[in-house]
């Protein structure tokens, strides 16, 4: 398939009707929808990243009301963000989507630009979001490819190049580009999509319900639940940990901030150590070395598990009372519960919070 380029021999202008006219039928009523207001758009995209539609839904509300304007989320503390993005996960879209708001401001006197080269440079807006964004708050006719619409495509097209690879997108926006319509580009960009989370499923999909199954090559040549073509991702690494939960005679523990960089940067946590740094008979050595405290009793306490997408944590939670705690420099803090519950935790530790809670 030479430079990417696609025969599209399907019927594209009644492809197109068929697709629209279903969209505007059929579209889920959603907060984001409610008007293209550009910031809203954007909020919203960053947020469906590898997260399904019911999660979000409450966080965009929460996080519109908290930051309504570009100028609003500029001017927030980094900490105040990363609480209202809590329990989303994946944390580096949240810093990169305030680091570009504060580029708009300053830059595009708070205005989300429309030119395409524009908007794809700014922090954490790759092309699907530079064609979602584009397409729906301003009418560009910009392809917003991402694993729904390569489904669909893959099916409708025909398609059986590896969508696990990265160069296989650029066929797929090819695709998007002969197909898109030019009068309604919004309403074509989000009936792919709509069509891949409600029709065009990964395992079963609803073929006899979809309003362009008379176009889709796959489906004329019962093969469309083979498509499409995904190799399967790596394993994922174990990795196994003690949560050291250290509590003083005032009920207050110690909390620590992650490192700026890496994975859940700045987020703060109890303190952790991995199992193959220090044997379990030697955890109380080892907090006593390291914090420079006394156990008065040590218990366990429910054990967490977490999965990211190429990691899976096995957390062994270790609870020691002490008559009083200690902290090393700013990256800690000794806090009571309720003071705990303003920080931005991940989800393993919201886990082990409400342990305490209880």
Sequence with gaps: MKNNQLPVTINIPQFRHDLITWFEQEQRDLPWRENQDPYRVWVSEIMLQ??????????????????????????????????????LGYYSRVRNLQAAVREVVADYNAKVPEDAEQFGNLKGVGPY???????????????????NVMRVLSRILLIQEDIAKAKTRKIFEQ????LISHENPSAFNQGLMELGALICTPRNPSCLLCPVQVHCKAYSEGIQHSLPVKTKKTKQKDEAYYVLVMEDKDGKYILEQRPNEGLLAQMWQFPMVATKEVSE?????????RYQINCQSIDQLQPVKHIFSHIKWDLNVIKCRCDKLRVSGP???????????????????????KQLLQ
């Design 175 to 178: 695709a998007v580009r002969q």
């Design 331 to 353: 990256a800690q803090q000794i806090l009571s519960l309720d003071e705990i519950e303003s920080y931005p935790l991940p989800v393993s530790h919201q886990k082990i919070y």
């Design 50 to 87: 590898q997260t399904k539609v019911e999660t979000v839904i409450p966080y965009f509300h929460r996080f519109i009301q908290s930051f309504p304007t570009l100028e609003a989320l500029a001017e927030a503390d980094e900490q105040q963000v990363l609480k209202a993005w809590e329990g």
């Design 129 to 147: 979001t530079q064609g979602a964004v584009l397409s729906i708050a301003y009418g560009k006719a910009e392809p917003a490819v991402d694993g």
């Design 281 to 289: 008979n030697l955890l109380e050595p080892y907090i006593m070395e």
